[in-house]
T-cell receptor, first 116, second 113 residues
Framework: AQSVSQHNHHVILSEAASLELGCNYSYGGTVNLFWYVQYPGQHLQLLLK??????LVKGIKGFEAEFIKSKFSFNLRKPSVQWSDTAEYFCAVNGFSGGGADGLTFGKGTHLIIQP | ETGVTQSPTHLIKTRGQQVTLRCSSQ?????VSWYQQALGQGPQFIFQ???????GRGNFPPRFSGLQFPNYSSELNVNALELDDSALYLC????????????FGPGTRLTVL
């Protein structure tokens, strides 16, 4: 079975601060990795994804994430956050079990508040 | 391009009742997945449908069932509602079965009293 652990449940930062949200997953095989964001009152949107290739992936709105296979990690980063980045952030993994769809497994989420 | 839509937006039921939630996939998507998101938690995978057949299932009891129609729209049915079924139910569609990107709808907020 696959699982995802997000290290921080609540993060408060000031505008222009740097952001790093931790995500570790547990799965024995090949995985696809995702970060989704849920802005207040809106539905889940994809920030970025990793399927294969360059382990440093860039997403929308200046976000990036690095896949470190040896650490089973996929941390999300942004060099300078804005007030509009206030949202709930979810790390998710989807493994290839070969026995039908396993669906996305999500972490519990990180509630990010950016103070102006 | 029309995104994933869900209906209704909100629903209130009492314990023991049955409920049906509906989802229309994003244009061109043939795979639909359903998730349950309890308050303060990440979404949990219920099941996935592809070509009108259940293609995979998470750790949910049989009273959670679904349908997918030829136009790729989908229903989630929950029988014998329990208080713990109160949650946001999310539908997600994708281009193909497997482990690719999923596009989420706004969800249906179900409250069981």
């Amino acid at each position: 079975a696959q699982s995802v652990s997000q290290h921080n449940h609540h993060v408060i930062l000031s505008e222009a601060a740097s952001l790093e949200l931790g995500c570790n997953y547990s799965y024995g095989g090949t995985v696809n990795l995702f970060w989704y964001v849920q802005y207040p009152g809106q539905h889940l949107q994809l920030l970025l994804k990793y399927f294969s290739g360059d382990p440093l992936v860039k997403g929308i709105k200046g976000f990036e994430a690095e896949f470190i296979k040896s650490k089973f990690s996929f941390n999300l980063r942004k060099p300078s956050v804005q007030w509009s980045d206030t949202a709930e952030y979810f790390c998710a993994v989807n493994g290839f079990s070969g026995g039908g769809a396993d669906g996305l497994t999500f972490g519990k989420g990180t509630h990010l508040i950016i103070q102006p | 391009e029309t995104g994933v839509t869900q209906s209704p937006t909100h629903l209130i039921k009492t314990r023991g009742q049955q409920v049906t939630l509906r989802c229309s996939s994003q244009s061109g998507h043939n795979t639909v997945s359903w998730y349950q998101q309890a308050l303060g938690q990440g979404p949990q995978f219920i099941f996935q449908y592809y070509r009108e057949e259940e293609n995979g299932r998470g750790n949910f009891p049989p009273r959670f069932s679904g349908l997918q129609f030829p136009n790729y729209s989908s229903e989630l049915n929950v029988n014998a509602l329990e208080l713990d079924d109160s949650a946001l139910y999310l539908c997600a569609s994708s281009l193909a079965v497997g482990a690719g990107e999923q596009f989420f709808g706004p969800g249906t907020r179900l409250t069981v009293l």
